[in-house]
């Protein structure tokens, strides 16, 4: 994931600060040369980087920070807010068109992720409730239209395309026709890249720009090309002036600088980052969610989000009935993992949880181990998944060949599943509340609810 190897190196320079009652003004800037080197290592711009540790020294040197009772919270605090500040301070939202429809000019270098990430977008907003349109604007590209195409149908998204032989400007202009024609509120417009910023594609985007006049020009950038991401970001805008910017690969990249410093040297917001290679691997950008992750504090606002978004609030309920009955069976088991698993890896998904990005790099987690169990209670007989207890050493025989699992594999998720169910009554029932107090565990003032 993205900081990772930042995350590190910030948090040993807090330590230091942390292991110190007090401290002097050598302390903070010894921190903060550390800090420094940690953000170029991340290939942040040098006068990025530069420029963030002076503002933070400066506030952290003040008397009112060196005479507080926790020094260290206090020059960590100041570097989360700066944080946020050079990354944008606040989310910025796509444009809306006060009349319909919203135009959505996408451009970049070719392999970007320019093409796919018109799908993400456009998958979010449908999600959201909106009717957008994916345009194939691309017409110089082998197979760039039927792309769009893919990427389209997967996120269940119409394509309009003229073919090769039309200009992109009587593509667009017809596209945006057809939009207003058909009650489409979004148009996402697919345009050519480049393997590099040329002139005769700035030519293309400027004619593009100037006949339909996009309400937003979003320019996708490939987190992991580092510090050409930051040069690239500066071209497009100087010469097309870009509204904002989609973060690609940004879970690919363990420095990633281009997130800290896009921002700050076009002074153009990030709008989303790309974290996957799955359609749904799309998040809006959230500069003070993105700073409390490199800090090492977690991320539960995104974590919440997610969960609402993967989860299916009527198979919960019937979850929660089946616990409150101590009913629990393979059913439930198997629902609880493809949910779970709709979040994404299970690894980023616990790094979101404050304080546990550092102790994750010692734990092995082997995401083919919940294959194994998805392949072993479907191999079960309905019968067998609502009834547990009826599965003998005959049965775990044929359950075990029919997964290509070990009939001792079998044997464990038979255990883990009766752990569970042993767990579950315990916390339910009279004496829940007294058990959960005594494990230092408040529960909630109107009862127990496991969802």
């Known amino acids: 994931m993205a900081f990772e190897g930042l995350s590190e190196k910030l948090e040993n320079a807090f330590k230091k600060l942390r292991s110190k009652g007090s401290l002097t003004e050598a302390d903070v ?3 903060m040369r550390e800090v420094r080197l940690a953000l170029l290592e991340a290939d942040v711009n040098y006068k990025v980087a530069k ?52 135009v959505v000019m996408m451009c970049g270098l070719q392999g970007s992720g320019k093409t796919t990430h018109c799908a993400k977008i456009a998958l979010m907003l449908k999600k959201q409730g909106n009717r957008p349109l994916l345009v194939a604007c691309d017409i110089y590209r082998p197979a760039a239209i039927k792309q769009l195409q893919v990427v389209g149908e997967q996120a269940g998204v119409p394509v309009f395309e003229m073919g090769t032989q039309n200009s992109p400007v009587t593509i667009a202009k017809e596209a945006v026709k057809l939009a207003k024609d058909h009650g489409y509120d979004y148009v996402f417009l697919d345009t050519a890249g480049r393997l590099h910023v040329d002139e005769e594609l700035m030519t293309e985007l400027k004619s593009i720009k100037s006949e339909v006049k996009p309400h937003e020009i979003l320019l996708v950038v490939d987190a992991m090309t580092g510090q050409d991401a930051v040069n690239v970001a500066a071209s497009f805008n100087e010469a097309l002036g870009i509204d904002g910017m989609v973060l690609t690969k940004l879970d690919g990249d363990t420095r990633g600088g ?15 980052v790309g974290v996957g290679e799955k359609i749904e691997d799309l998040e809006d950008f959230h500069p003070d969610r993105m700073a409390s992750r490199i800090l090492g504090m977690g991320d539960m606002l995104s974590l919440i989000e997610k969960a609402e978004t993967a989860l299916d609030e009527k198979k919960a309920l019937e979850l929660e009935k089946k616990i409150r009955q101590n009913k629990l069976d393979f059913n439930d088991l198997y629902d609880q993992i493809v949910q779970v698993r709709k979040m994404g890896s299970i690894r980023d998904t616990l790094s979101m949880l404050p304080g546990m990005g550092k102790k994750l790099d010692d734990v092995e987690i082997d995401e083919r181990k919940f294959d194994h169990i998805l392949a072993i209670i479907t191999s079960m007989t309905p019968k067998e998944r609502s009834n547990p207890e009826i599965i003998n050493p005959s049965r775990k025989r044929r359950i075990a060949a029919g997964s290509g699992q070990q009939v001792e594999n079998v044997n464990r998720v038979l255990k883990q599943l009766r752990d569970m169910q042993a767990m579950l009554k315990q916390f339910s029932g009279k004496g ?13 003032p109107g009862g127990m609810n496991f969802m």
């Open 29 to 31: 800037r010894d921190a």
């Open 51 to 102: 420029d963030f540790t002076t503002t933070v020294t400066e506030r952290a040197i003040g008397a009112k920070v060196m005479e507080s009772l926790t020094p260290a919270q206090m020059v960590i605090k100041i570097v989360n807010e700066e944080l946020i500040e050079l990354m944008g301070g606040t989310r910025t939202r796509l444009a809306s068109a006060a009349r319909p429809p919203t």
């Open 258 to 272: 281009a997130a800290l410093s896009a921002r700050s040297v076009t002074g153009k917001p990030i709008k989303f």
């Open 432 to 444: 829940a509340k007294k058990k959960l107090r005594r494990m230092g565990i408040n529960p909630p």
